[in-house]
Structure formats: C-alpha cells, structure tokens
C-alpha cells in the first residue's frame, strides 16, 4: 500500500512531528511505502509562542519527507493537493491538532482526493483546542468535510468530534508509547547527567508550558509543607511558551525556588532519556487536556504518574495502581505526591506500569489506521 502522511515532521519538532516519524517507520516496518509532506512554513513567527520551531537533532534515518506546504498561503495549498494527488496514494493521512490548520488541510485533502479513489483518513488530536480563538468552529468544520475518517486518542476528542459529524466513522485507539527517544537508563546513570542527588526524591513536569497544563498547581503544591519535609523536588523540564514572569512571580512568593530543579528551554530528543529515567514520578497538573504524549512517555520510561480528572487523562491512569487520579486541585495533587513517598508505592506501581504498557502498541495503533 501507499501511504502519504501529512503534518509536521523533521525539520519541525514536538511531539506532533516525532509522532509522524515513528508512525512512518512502523508503517514501512509493515511492507508499506510511506511518504511523508510537511511544511515549508507551519506557523507564522508572530503565532508562533516558543524560542524556535526547527529541530537541532540529526534528521531521522530512512524516511522520505518532503517540505511542501505553506499554511497561509492558498496558492500553496492548490499546488500541494496537486502534488499530493500525482502521489496515487491508497491511503492519505493528516494529522490535526489546531484550528489554524483546518483551511489549508481541508483544501489540499479536497483537492489530493478530488476523483480518485484515496481514502483520507485523520488522526485528530483535538478538534476543539484548548485556547479558544474566533473562527475555530468554521476552521475544524472545513477541515472535518475533507476527511473520509477518524482516528481520535481519546474518548473526549471523540465526543467533541461528533459534534462535527454524525456519520463519518470514528475509531478510537490509545495514543502509542513513544520509544523513539532512547534507552531507559539507570535511576542513578540518569541523575549523574543531571547533577542531579543520586539518592533524591524527584517529581517531573515534562513539556512545554502553558496556562491549560496546571504548572502553577504543582508548584503551589510544592509549598505543602509535608512535601518540605520529605524532601522532595520537582523538576520543570519544558520550554515556555507563554509570560515566564507570572511564573517566576509565583516561585518567588510561595519561597520555593530551592525545591525545584529549573531546565525552562526545549529538551533536545537525546535528552529526554535522562529527565524521565532521572524522576520518581511524572505529575501532569492539567487543567484541560485531550490526551497526552507526555503519559505515553513515562509508560514507556516506566514511571507511575499523577494526572489530573481531565480529558482523557482518566482513560490513561488506574488510580491506585499505577499511579493517581486526581481533581485538578493544589491540595489533592500535594496529597498523591506525599502519599506515593510516604507509604512506598514506587515499586508496586512500577510493576503495574510495565503490565499497563503493554495495551499502548505501535501494532495496535497501526492496524486501527489500516482498517476499512
């Protein structure tokens, strides 16, 4: 089978990009040919909230990516479907994930499939986003008519989607672990890299920051004064893509700088390992979410996580088990942190992890994008 994928991928990076690339390998792994076009321009730089959109990593072995598509450019748009037309794909698969992106997709997937038999399909990360702008409805609705199907990592973006469609099929997978991003290393190895205490405690606030992913909460959380005592420490490891200073602010009033290790810039690809190896515990405040990559991420890295009763964020976690599943709180997220130190469950929910982990695989995923 032929398959075009479009969306970001190297040069861009996030998790988006990475996504695509491991996506295009396992389909390639399964006898398939697999192209893969992304953009020339993905976002102008004055929508564009972090320090860079481009990869520092070696571009990714083996794969046929090709940078076409311009997303406010409409002339670019024709040009690409046309292209990705001449392609005679059987199968054309976009990701979506921001209403910005609905004119210029939904226009090139009309255009790619317009008299021939390709069947479009989309992987929908959200469809409604979490920071609302004008023109979002009419934006996914375009892009939704485009589409053929779907495929949604959580129940809720498939709740969301119906509201753009009630015919088109549907099918719902857990997002894949990622394990495009090394080896798990050593607790210890780990800390070493990090200069970080070989025999600490440490919690992990991984990925960029915004307003939606509760950072503020887990640092008020940080002030208990049982997490104090304990001796525990958070560790922030993400670019911010919105005010630094309110955060700043906020550790400064709460008098907690000194138990929190600060790595506010992108973590390149060949250092994820060691945040994630490095940690006890992955806590992932949200305050809205759809899923995430980050617990996809830590099932791989095999870390017990605290998430947050958002989204499809429940759908991820068995709380008590492998981790807990908390009210979007200061105080509920201090107490899942303080209980999983103080009564030892590191170990048991690891174990329970590493059985979890298993219901998250490439094969699983792949099979529900090939399926007619």
């Known amino acids: 089978m032929k398959i075009v994928i479009i969306g970001p991928a190297y040069p861009f990076r996030g998790g988006i990009a990475s996504l695509n690339e491991r996506l295009a390998k396992e389909l390639q792994k399964q006898g398939h040919e697999v192209i893969i076009y992304t953009f020339t321009l993905q976002y102008p730089n004055f929508l564009f909230p972090g320090k860079t959109q481009y990869s520092e990593d070696k571009p990714p072995e083996n794969l046929k ?45 009309r255009i790619a499939s317009f008299r021939r038999k390709t069947r479009i399909s989309s992987i929908t990360d959200n469809i409604i986003p979490h920071e609302k702008r004008i023109g979002d409805f009419i934006f996914s609705k375009y892009y939704v008519g ?33 394990d495009n991003y090394g080896e798990i290393l050593p607790k210890e190895e780990a800390r070493r890299y990090l200069k970080l205490n070989p025999v600490g405690r440490y919690v992990l606030f991984f990925g960029i920051i915004r307003a939606y992913k509760g950072l503020d909460l887990l640092l008020k959380a940080m002030k208990n ?27 400064d009033s709460l008098c907690i700088r000194e138990q929190l290790v600060i790595k506010t810039h992108f973590i390149p690809n060949d250092e994820v390992k060691y945040y994630f190896s490095a940690a006890d515990l992955v806590v992932q405040p949200y305050k809205t979410a ?76 792949v099979s529900k994008i090939l399926l007619e």
């Open 65 to 109: 990516i090709i940078r076409l598509i311009n997303s406010v450019n409409p002339f670019n748009w024709i040009k690409s479907g046309l292209k990705i037309r001449k392609e005679k794909a059987d199968l054309v698969i976009s990701r979506f994930w921001l209403p910005f992106m609905g004119p210029s997709l939904g226009t090139i997937l």
């Open 146 to 178: 485009a589409n053929d199907e779907f495929l949604v990592m959580s129940q809720a973006v498939k709740e969301d989607l119906r509201k753009f469609t009630k015919t088109k099929k549907i099918q719902f997978c857990h997002h894949p672990v990622y």
């Open 225 to 251: 004064e049982t997490i104090k005592e304990l001796g525990i420490q958070c560790i922030i490891a993400g670019e911010y893509y919105e005010d630094k200073q309110k955060y700043e602010d906020l550790i």
């Open 290 to 365: 759809t899923q995430s990559g980050i617990s996809q991420l830590a099932y791989y890295f095999e870390k017990p996580m605290v998430v947050t009763k958002v989204g499809g964020l429940p759908e991820i976690v068995d709380h008590q088990k492998n981790g807990y599943v908390v009210h979007p709180r200061e105080n509920e997220v201090a107490k899942a942190i303080i209980e999983f130190y103080e009564k030892g469950k590191e170990q048991e929910f690891v174990e329970n992890v590493k059985k979890r982990k298993k219901d998250f695989s490439w094969e699983s995923f």
